[in-house]
């Protein structure tokens, strides 16, 4: 290991030491599931590492911040992404919005064959899934309520979301 490698790696582990709670509490107060920010705090912490070649000790500060700004960022639009899209048809839709007879015979088909296809998943998965949907509970919430890891909680209500999803897309555009 070169002179110069060694001095980043002290210098590296100090701002990790010295501004790992703030870059955590930073990204806690921006995203949706604040329990995430020790996660995305440490993805700070590896992208500084991955530029390492750009980092003065003078811009340090402000170059940790950009970084959480832009992970921050990411992992929002990934948030709204990954949201159901039946969640918002399913839960803030009513009814009595609709305006045609189709739109009204469509909704109730969607919904019908939501349950369906969640009746469908196992018992745990389905679950997992029923409190975040229909109870709108968080991932620790869950995993409380249920005595899991969150971690679990978020893998088994990922897959919940993706094959729900891949369902009602494969039936929706077999008719469309």
């Given at each position: 290991?070169?002179?110069?490698?060694?001095?980043?790696?002290?210098?590296?582990?100090?701002?990790?030491?010295?501004?790992?709670?703030?870059?955590?509490?930073?990204i806690?107060?921006?995203?949706?599931?604040?329990?995430?920010?020790?996660?995305?705090?440490?993805?700070?912490?590896?992208?500084?590492?991955?530029?390492?070649?750009?980092?003065?000790?003078?811009?340090?500060?402000?170059?940790?911040?950009?970084?959480?700004?832009?992970?921050?960022?990411?992992?929002?639009?990934?948030?709204?992404?990954?949201?159901?899209?039946?969640?918002?048809?399913?839960?803030?839709?009513?009814?009595?919005?609709?305006?045609?007879?189709?739109?009204?015979?469509?909704?109730?088909?969607?919904?019908?064959?939501h349950?369906?296809?969640?009746?469908?998943?196992?018992?745990?998965?389905?679950?997992?899934?029923?409190?975040?949907?229909?109870?709108?509970?968080?991932?620790?919430?869950?995993?409380?309520?249920?005595?899991?890891?969150?971690?679990?909680?978020?893998?088994?209500?990922?897959?919940?979301?993706?094959?729900?999803?891949?369902?009602?897309?494969?039936?929706?555009?077999?008719?469309?």
């Amino acid at each position: 290991m070169s002179k110069q490698q060694a001095t980043f790696d002290d210098f590296f582990s100090e701002c990790y030491l010295k501004y790992r709670e703030h870059i955590k509490n930073y990204i806690a107060l921006r995203i949706c599931r604040p329990y995430e920010a020790e996660d995305l705090a440490q993805d700070v912490f590896v992208r500084l590492w991955e530029y390492r070649m750009f980092v003065k000790p003078d811009t340090v500060w402000s170059l940790l911040f950009t970084i959480a700004r832009n992970i921050v960022t990411d992992q929002i639009r990934r948030y709204y992404k990954q949201e159901d899209f039946v969640a918002y048809i399913y839960n803030k839709v009513n009814d009595s919005d609709r305006n045609t007879t189709e739109d009204v015979i469509c909704y109730r088909e969607l919904k019908e064959k939501h349950e369906e296809v969640v009746k469908s998943l196992p018992a745990k998965r389905r679950r997992i899934y029923e409190l975040s949907f229909n109870h709108e509970l968080s991932c620790p919430a869950i995993a409380g309520k249920l005595s899991l890891s969150p971690r679990t909680v978020e893998c088994q209500l990922l897959l919940a979301r993706k094959t729900v999803r891949g369902c009602l897309r494969n039936e929706f555009s077999q008719v469309g």
